[in-house]
């Protein structure tokens, strides 16, 4: 109960803190006029967009930092880094922020504005942090490899968790940036999922894990208090990046990650949405499976308004989280 009474606490000052200094943030970033330019190829009714203020992620992150380095100061000065140590997920965050940053500087000021960073580029950079982060996450923290739901014994992947890992870091990396393309939609989504896996996290007694989820779980809300419909500003590949990253080093850390299809059904259902419509427009030679891809501008063209998509959306993801809980639970 302790435990429980201080992450609620976390959480509230989490949130307090992201909505007090958002403000701030947002009229500084509509002074430097870094504004989202919306791609021609999109929805048309997403051209009113057009200038909306992004990089907007370290709104949420600032206080996440501040609060993990608080809440861990005693291990950090006393340098007792090793075990699960929140730290990685910490450097995760803003080791795919600030690439995340790059990206959307090129595409508000670079020369490649409008588009951002080449994605091969991206992606090769995506790789080699996640295989550093791997490294650390077998050597460093010797987390538990694989749990097969409820059993209670690790499985040991051997050579094989390095690439199982990095696939993890770097698909849900791009997978929450695929779902952050509506007012709100990346920000419940990514909040579901933290609230599920630290939720995980307390079950087995990884209170600083749990801590860490869940202070991003009362950040996300006090971002969503400024990006609901109409959003007064995006998180960017800055917010996005990070936080796809950040959620596949946290499932990696429990040992549970065979359940984030369930509890990012959504980021997951983007990406494969994505995958397919490329593949099946290769293979018939012009012709689209989806209207659009990524999933959610599918059914705005269907005929959902950007509210009903975000809503049904996390419905969904709601439901899948809590599936995923069950299905850890269950004894």
Known sequence: MENTSVIIAVSGLS???????????????????????????????????????????????????????????????????????????LFTMWAYALLGMIDDWEGVRGPRRGLGMRAITKFIIQV?????????????????QLYWFTAEEVINLGPFYIPVAVFIIVGMSNAVNFTDGLDGLAGLIAATAFAAFGTVALVQGQSFLARFCFSLVGALFGFLWFNVHPAQLFMGDTG?????????????MTGQWLIIPLIAVIPVSEALSVVIQVVYFKITKGKRFFRMAPLHHHFELLGWSETQVVQRFWLISLIFAMLGIALILVE
Do not use: C, Y
């Open 15 to 89: 949130f307090l803190m992201t909505i007090i200094w958002g403000d701030p943030l947002i009229r500084l970033l509509k002074a430097r006029r870094i504004g989202k330019i919306v791609r021609e190829d999109g929805p048309d009714q997403h051209i009113v967009k057009m200038g909306t203020p992004t990089m907007g992620g370290i709104m949420f992150m600032i206080p996440v930092t501040l609060l993990t380095i608080l809440f861990n100061a005693v291990s950090i000065f006393g340098f007792n880094l090793l075990g699960r140590s929140v730290l990685l997920p």
């Open 128 to 144: 080699i942090f996640a295989v550093v982060i791997a490294f650390a996450l077998r050597d460093l923290l010797k987390v538990p």
């Open 240 to 252: 996005s990046l990070a936080l796809g990253a950040t959620l596949g080093v946290v499932a990696l």
